[in-house]
């Protein structure tokens, strides 16, 4: 093999487990997805390829690298503890966190450890795709096994240095730092309730890590097809349809490196949706002539309009770009919903106004469409999307609204609907106007959140109601609130407020209250029926959604007639979820082993799957 045909890694730790990434993951590329319910199957790439044979695509000769999320960990002190703490036993996580403290100038570090108001704690975090330097990310927080701390509410994370981690020939290598984290940490009890008391050990400071890396997307060129000119030819056929701009300066988005790596800069429309601009790049065909163009588009329009081939044809659709848009429009004004809906997805991703008003209403009657549909709408720089998005603000759906809001704000975190306000420095607090009932959502990943949808939502009066175990909100004269902070140094605390929502959590942060005393005084308020408007945790997608294609109407005279009709075909959403409402704590904590496999099937850029060599090989100390 000649020394340029594979592509040269580091002989680290690091570079090993990359390396043999590249090649799991090479393998997990397969698009199959089927439902459990059903013995319909849509194959994607094997319709891609019996549609592509007489072009050749980027797929057709190289796989993508860097897609996976990189597990980062640590050793780390957590304080401020009401003498729940622990001092740990002599153990290798305790000399490391020893030598972290004195590395840092920490004086008489055994003391500090000694402390009931001190944990020693293990810290874990994973850097997603594509992710920038400085880019906020989740830390997940927990005390080791024969840990003695009892709990960790209420404690603080001391700044932690996260490292790659792996045993490799039994020897634990590290690399080098990839993130920084501290924060307030949240227990897994505050959203699951204390009756398990691992719940009390486990928590998150979240959105409390930062990346100190910017991960590289790239392409992997097969061994048999590398070369300069192969090379060459694919990063020239990617800048003629994807490029950006730098201090005002035109560049595409693809540089070829060596004759079989060609990397790959992430174009700003697919920022939250890796996982379609992955596959979108690599069905951009690597040499083609006008008129086998021609020939090309018009196969792709009839497959486009056949349901069980549109997701496929419209990712390559939306590859060729320009030249496609008409027939993508076309077919975003179908009967057939599938057809519709993947036309107008492809649509907004070339941000054309056509594809606002199909996904509008995929997001609010689809639910399997619902999340790509958002993810889509946020891409879109047209006036139409904005408006189409504000409409979600108002419907019944808890999980429709917020994933509007979180679209709106991640389109632009200044608009003055969603833009909100950090409140008291612990969490960010948004009160948006919307006609549909009232419903409160608070974050459980990304960032401590409160979201308020309704201008006037109020807490009847309680006789007592409280909000952590030092704040009580009680009933007092003229419709008013009397909210107390007890402590055993100093005399209680007392402040006055309306009944409004708005006007009870500002005052309870001017009291001192964190996140969860906040978040508890909702859940409380809402169960003992003092609040009227809904409260949800994290109203986010599982994976795995299935489409249930509806059967045409027929005139029947009895239920019998109806019954004896087969069930209609159900489908997974051939696409992704969309980064922007994911994340690999999310996957593990709410999925079903049976979601997780149909994730990997569905090309899912994550983690690999728990039994794969790669896990086993990745796996650090601190497991």
Known sequence: MRPHATVHLRTTADGWILLVACFVLAGCTSSVFVSPASDVAVDVDAIEAEGSREVRLVRDVAVPWGINYVKLESVALVTGLDGTGSDPPPSPQRSALVSEMQTREVEKPGRILASPDTSLVLVRAYLPPGVQKGDPIDIEVRAPRRSETTSLAGGWLMEARLREMAILNNTLRTGRVGALASGPVVVDAVFEGDDDEMHLLRGRVLGGGVSLMSRTLGLVIRDESSSIRTSSLIATAINTRFHTFERGTKRGVATPKRDNFVELAVHPRYRHNLARYVRVVRSIAVAESPSDRVRRLERLERRLNQPDMAAAAALELEAIGAEAVPILQRAARSEDPEVRFYAAEALAYMDDAQAAEPLGEAARSEPAFRWHAIAALSAMDDVGAHEALVRLLDVDSAETRYGAFRALWMRNASDPLVRGEKLGGQFSYH????????LVHVARRRRPEIVVFGNDVRLRPPPFLFAGKNLMIKEAESDRLKIIRFSARKEDEVKYCSTRLDD??????????????????????????????????????????????????????????????????????????????????HDRADSSEDDRNDDAAADHVGEAPEGSFLKKLGRGLLD
């Open 431 to 438: 009160n948006v106007p919307s006609a549909g009932p009232p």
């Open 504 to 585: 009870v959590l500002r005052t309870i942060v001017e009291l001192g209250g964190r996140y969860e005393d906040a978040f508890r005084c909702l859940r409380d308020a809402k169960a003992r029926n003092y609040l009227d408007a809904r409260v949800v945790v994290d109203a986010l997608p599982r994976p795995g959604r299935t489409y249930r294609r509806h059967e045409a109407a027929h005139d029947t005279e009895s239920d019998e007639a109806v019954s004896s009709e087969p069930p209609a075909p159900q489908r997974h959403v051939a696409s992704p979820l969309p980064d922007m409402f994911r994340s690999p704590s």
